[in-house]
Protein backbone atom coordinates (compact mmCIF):
# COMPACT_ATOMS: atom_id res chain seq x y z
CA UNK A 1 0.00 0.00 0.00
CA UNK A 2 1.17 3.14 -1.04
CA UNK A 3 1.97 5.64 2.06
CA UNK A 4 -0.76 8.83 2.49
CA UNK A 5 1.09 11.65 2.81
CA UNK A 6 -1.79 14.23 3.28
CA UNK A 7 -4.90 14.07 5.31
CA UNK A 8 -6.69 14.82 1.49
CA UNK A 9 -4.67 11.51 0.08
CA UNK A 10 -5.93 9.47 2.90
CA UNK A 11 -9.99 10.43 2.44
CA UNK A 12 -9.36 9.84 -0.98
CA UNK A 13 -8.37 6.20 -0.43
CA UNK A 14 -10.86 5.17 1.49
CA UNK A 15 -14.27 3.31 0.28
CA UNK A 16 -16.39 6.05 -1.47
CA UNK A 17 -19.02 5.72 1.26
CA UNK A 18 -16.48 6.33 3.56
CA UNK A 19 -15.11 9.63 2.31
CA UNK A 20 -18.08 11.93 3.16
CA UNK A 21 -17.91 11.06 6.68
CA UNK A 22 -14.58 11.22 6.79
CA UNK A 23 -15.00 14.73 5.12
CA UNK A 24 -17.50 15.78 7.91
CA UNK A 25 -15.28 14.64 10.97
CA UNK A 26 -12.47 16.04 9.26
CA UNK A 27 -14.58 19.23 8.64
CA UNK A 28 -15.20 18.94 12.59
CA UNK A 29 -12.08 19.04 14.27
CA UNK A 30 -10.85 22.14 11.88
CA UNK A 31 -13.84 24.25 12.94
CA UNK A 32 -13.48 23.08 16.32
CA UNK A 33 -9.43 23.48 16.06
CA UNK A 34 -9.07 26.12 13.20
CA UNK A 35 -4.96 26.38 14.66
CA UNK A 36 -4.41 22.76 15.27
CA UNK A 37 -1.72 21.17 13.17
CA UNK A 38 -3.10 19.04 10.51
CA UNK A 39 -0.77 16.07 9.24
CA UNK A 40 -0.75 12.26 8.65
CA UNK A 41 0.70 9.98 11.69
CA UNK A 42 0.78 6.42 12.32
CA UNK A 43 -0.94 5.94 8.78
CA UNK A 44 -3.93 8.34 10.16
CA UNK A 45 -5.07 11.92 10.56
CA UNK A 46 -3.24 13.56 12.97
CA UNK A 47 -4.62 16.89 15.07
CA UNK A 48 -2.23 18.76 17.42
CA UNK A 49 -3.00 21.30 19.36
CA UNK A 50 -0.67 22.43 22.23
CA UNK A 51 0.25 18.64 22.24
CA UNK A 52 -2.08 15.64 21.33
CA UNK A 53 -5.47 16.31 20.35
CA UNK A 54 -7.22 14.11 18.19
CA UNK A 55 -6.39 11.35 14.99
CA UNK A 56 -9.16 9.84 13.13
CA UNK A 57 -8.99 5.92 10.97
CA UNK A 58 -11.57 4.39 8.98
CA UNK A 59 -12.30 0.69 9.18
CA UNK A 60 -14.47 -1.55 8.20
CA UNK A 61 -17.59 -1.24 9.95
CA UNK A 62 -16.99 1.98 12.15
CA UNK A 63 -14.89 5.56 12.24
CA UNK A 64 -12.68 5.27 15.37
CA UNK A 65 -11.68 8.64 16.95
CA UNK A 66 -9.19 8.80 19.16
CA UNK A 67 -8.16 11.00 21.92
CA UNK A 68 -5.85 11.29 24.48
CA UNK A 69 -7.09 10.27 27.98
CA UNK A 70 -9.24 10.80 30.08
CA UNK A 71 -11.77 12.78 27.71
CA UNK A 72 -13.73 9.97 26.83
CA UNK A 73 -13.81 8.25 30.91
CA UNK A 74 -14.62 11.42 31.77
CA UNK A 75 -18.01 11.25 28.69
CA UNK A 76 -18.83 8.08 29.31
CA UNK A 77 -22.28 8.04 29.94
CA UNK A 78 -22.64 10.99 26.71
CA UNK A 79 -20.76 7.89 25.11
CA UNK A 80 -22.60 4.72 25.77
CA UNK A 81 -24.24 4.00 22.54
CA UNK A 82 -20.69 3.61 21.32
CA UNK A 83 -18.13 1.25 21.66
CA UNK A 84 -15.19 3.11 23.35
CA UNK A 85 -12.02 2.15 25.21
CA UNK A 86 -9.74 4.39 27.25
CA UNK A 87 -8.73 6.41 23.91
CA UNK A 88 -11.02 5.41 21.41
CA UNK A 89 -14.70 6.38 20.43
CA UNK A 90 -16.03 3.65 17.15
CA UNK A 91 -19.03 5.62 15.45
CA UNK A 92 -20.46 3.06 13.36
CA UNK A 93 -20.72 3.51 9.41
CA UNK A 94 -24.43 2.69 9.82
CA UNK A 95 -25.21 5.68 12.21
CA UNK A 96 -24.71 9.61 11.64
CA UNK A 97 -21.96 10.91 13.06
CA UNK A 98 -22.70 12.72 16.55
CA UNK A 99 -20.90 16.58 15.23
CA UNK A 100 -21.97 18.27 18.29
CA UNK A 101 -20.58 15.41 20.61
CA UNK A 102 -17.64 15.24 19.13
CA UNK A 103 -16.48 19.33 18.48
CA UNK A 104 -17.50 19.15 22.45
CA UNK A 105 -15.05 16.58 22.95
CA UNK A 106 -12.30 18.21 20.97
CA UNK A 107 -13.24 21.45 23.07
CA UNK A 108 -12.41 19.53 26.25
CA UNK A 109 -8.76 17.95 25.25
CA UNK A 110 -8.07 21.28 23.98
CA UNK A 111 -8.75 23.17 26.92
CA UNK A 112 -7.10 20.25 28.78
CA UNK A 113 -3.66 20.87 26.58
CA UNK A 114 -4.21 24.63 27.19
CA UNK A 115 -3.77 23.26 30.97
CA UNK A 116 -1.07 21.79 30.36
CA UNK A 117 0.89 24.90 29.18
Keep these: MKKLS ?8 APLEVQGKLKELRAAIRQTAPKALEKISYGMPYYGYMGRLAY ?21 DEL ?4 TAKATIRFPLSKKLPIPLIKKLIRIRMKMNEGKK
Excluded: C, Q
Design 6 to 13: TVDAYIKS
Design 80 to 83: KEYV
Design 56 to 76: FRHWKNHIGLYLTPPVIEMHK
